[in-house]
């Protein structure tokens, strides 16, 4: 078993379908408050529209990167690895910024979509707000499957991923019978921080598959070689295999992919962490004068 990559996978699976959950539990709540629960199924058959579709799409992208021959599928596989960094990074600041206004948005979409008679469109309502989600997993999913398949752990962060989901969806039910035992800012929070970290170690590893084909020919020489102590690959490397996974550790990295892997833990981090300004209330409506009447 590669701890690793069923570890990151697990976070990764954990985080996105936990986001998902309670989209879905938050319109079924709605639905449920005014008494509309009739529509209960065409929500669950749009997430799970949205669901089955994501998961094709991580499938033909895990094909699609395996069927290259050399360079091409460094190429291709680092191409993958960035594209995943960037939309998981965009997803964490847009869920970051909006996170306070997404219940409100999602209830006055499903009153639209009730008062205008129409039970295909919460089932539309539903597949949207999931496939976002989905699609970011898949992607995300690929890049991590795509690093961690050269040691074979490429199968265990599926089976991590399919973990964290279940777990998700357990979660989810709870959000939805008003469960308050799981603090959602302090989850988001620190499940995002893991999610810097690896998206940091995906980045890192795109660098080294182009310094492998000599697409990157600046920086390649090795920093440090620590192998023999704590090696990343192979028997017998549990931690090396956890911190590789986590952290995007490297026991010989070179001196470009590691200044890529700090500079972005950095200044993600940096601003990833720091506080949300609170949005100003809207100023109260200023009543009108009561009319006065003259006396005669």
Same mark, same amino acid.
């Given at each position: ?172 039910? !709870? ?60 028997? !017998? ?60």
């Amino acid at each position: 078993m590669d701890i690793g990559a069923f570890t990151s996978g697990l976070l990764t699976g954990l985080r996105e379908g936990v986001e998902a959950a309670l989209i879905v539990a938050i319109i079924c709540a709605y639905l449920a408050k005014t008494g509309n629960a009739r529509y209960f199924p065409r929500v669950f058959l749009g997430a799970g529209l949205a669901l089955g579709l994501s998961a094709l799409l991580g499938i033909i992208l895990f094909q699609t990167v395996g069927s290259f021959k050399e360079p091409y599928e460094q190429l291709f596989e680092g191409l993958t690895m960035i594209a995943a960094a960037a939309v998981v990074t965009w997803m964490l600041f847009w869920m970051r910024r909006q996170a306070r206004s997404v219940r409100g948005e999602l209830q006055a979409a499903v009153d639209r979509a009730i008062d205008n008679g129409s039970a295909t469109a919460l089932a539309l309502l539903a597949f949207i707000a999931v496939i976002r989600e989905g699609v970011e997993t898949s992607l995300f999913l690929t890049g991590q499957a795509a690093a961690a398949s050269a040691g074979g752990g490429a199968g265990w962060v599926l089976v991590g991923a399919v973990v964290g989901i279940a777990v998700a969806v357990v979660l989810g039910v !709870g959000f939805y019978h008003g469960s308050r035992r799981l603090n959602l800012a302090t989850f988001f929070r620190w499940t995002g921080v893991a999610l810097v970290f690896i998206a940091a170690g995906l980045l890192s590893h795109a660098v080294h598959e182009f310094v492998e084909i000599g697409l990157i020919n600046i920086g390649t020489q090795t920093l440090f070689d620590i192998s023999s102590t704590l090696p990343h690959e192979g028997d !017998g490397s549990i931690v090396g295999q956890l911190l590789r996974a986590l952290f995007g550790y490297t026991s010989s990295p070179e001196v470009i992919t590691f200044v890529v892997w700090l500079t972005y833990v950095v200044v993600v981090l940096a601003l990833f962490l720091r506080p949300v300004k609170s949005m100003p209330a809207p100023p109260a409506p200023v009543a009108a004068p009561a009319p006065t009447t003259k006396t005669v």
